[in-house]
Nanobody, 123 residues
Framework: QVQLVESGGGLVQAGGSLRISCAAS????????MGWFRQAPGKGREFVAA????????YYADSVKGRFTCSRDNAKNTVYLQMNSLKPEDTAVYYC????????????????WGQGTQVTVSS
């Protein structure tokens, strides 16, 4: 009963920046944390980042640590992923997800998923 809609994806040059958003609606009171995952062509779904609604505590995959920043706007029920110093290997469909757990870092720990937004980084 939670709906998630990602936006902000697009084409960017290597070394550039992009910010993608995820707007949540419905029974959002059941959501404790939000996460970002990505899936490149022919690859499995990979954890990118997660954030707690209440504390704002964040968790990042080693591959994006220091380059990506996850944030949230509780009043707008929206989470953001600021992506800097982008590399071609960051190219993927990025998915937003909602979880009832405090520190979810695995895909099976999430209950709701958005439709995804494409991020393409050219070399």
């Amino acid at each position: 009963q939670v709906q998630l809609v990602e936006s902000g994806g697009g084409l960017v040059q290597a070394g550039g920046s992009l910010r993608i958003s995820c707007a949540a609606s419905g029974r959002t009171f059941s959501s404790v944390a939000m996460g970002w995952f990505r899936q490149a062509p022919g690859k499995g779904r990979e954890f990118v980042a997660a954030i707690s609604w209440s504390s704002g505590s964040t968790y990042y995959a080693d591959s994006v640590k220091g380059r990506f920043t996850c944030s949230r706007d509780n009043a707008k029920n929206t989470v953001y992923l600021q992506m800097n110093s982008l590399k071609p290997e960051d190219t993927a469909v990025y998915y937003c997800a909602a979880s009832t757990l405090r520190v979810p870092t695995r895909d099976y720990q999430y209950n709701y998923w958005g439709q995804g937004t494409q991020v393409t980084v050219s070399s």
